[in-house]
T-cell receptor
Framework: DAKTTQPTSMDCAEGRAANLPCNHS???????VYWYRQIHSQGPQYIIH???NNETNEMASLIITEDRKSSTLILPHATLRDTAVYYC????????FGAGTTVTVRA | EPEVTQTPSHQVTQMGQEVILRCVPI?????FYWYRQILGQKVEFLVS????????KSEIFDDQFSVERPDGSNFTLKIRSTKLEDSAMYFC?????????????FGSGTQLSVL
């Protein structure tokens, strides 16, 4: 039972912002929104997480809608090294990975 | 930056043999996890471990699997009698319960090939 819906794939241009959407309409009040990514076959890498408020760190920004039913991960200046599978996960205690969005950054 | 380390990076074994996958979590972390990813498929949760006992396990984690924290630094996954379908990349992860969230740090994985 998928808790999140993400596009299967998307392309973006190097140096431009990449906006990755995620729908999580059944999110409950105590569940966080997490974003991880997996570059090739490496271990998943934590990017950012949030509960209600928008968040920003050195890697990305997370925008969560007021009703918390969707969110957007923003990579401000995509580089070729950002090519990866990006996972949006909602969780209160255990991470369950879906299929994610395959993001390809093109020069 | 502290990281989770896993050894070996590749493990080849014969069907029916026992394998032990090893992990050194980040030193101040107290929650430990094993995930696996069969080639081309999703990352799947296997087990979580806290305070020297399993806190949760998935349906995949049957009697053939066991985990152990034999000392203060290592965390191991044992598969008693490997099957062909156990071939996968196995990821260890750890987290700090003091942060109150599921910010997991993953290792680079052990590629297990069962022949």
């Amino acid at each position: 039972d998928a808790k999140t819906t993400q596009p299967t794939s998307m392309d973006c241009a190097e140096g431009r912002a990449a906006n990755l959407p995620c729908n999580h309409s059944t999110i409950s009040g105590n569940e966080y929104v997490y974003w991880y990514r997996q570059i090739h076959s490496q271990g998943p890498q934590y990017i950012i997480h949030g509960l209600k408020n928008n968040e920003t760190n050195e890697m990305a920004s997370l925008i969560i809608t007021e009703d918390r039913k969707s969110s957007t991960l923003i990579l401000p200046h995509a580089t070729l090294r950002d090519t990866a599978v990006y996972y949006c996960i909602v969780s209160d205690y255990k991470l369950s990975f879906g299929a994610g969005t395959t993001v390809t950054v093109r020069a | 930056e502290p990281e989770v380390t896993q050894t070996p990076s590749h493990q080849v074994t014969q069907m029916g043999q026992e394998v032990i996958l090893r992990c050194v979590p980040i030193s101040n972390h107290l929650y430990f996890y094993w995930y696996r990813q069969i080639l081309g498929q999703k990352v799947e949760f296997l087990v979580s471990f806290y305070n020297n006992e399993i806190s949760e396990k998935s349906e995949i984690f049957d009697d053939q699997f066991s985990v152990e924290r034999p000392d203060g630094s290592n965390f191991t996954l044992k598969i008693r009698s490997t099957k062909l379908e156990d071939s996968a990349m196995y990821f260890c992860a750890s987290s700090d319960p003091g942060t109150g969230d599921e910010k997991l740090f993953f290792g680079s994985g052990t590629q297990l090939s069962v022949l």
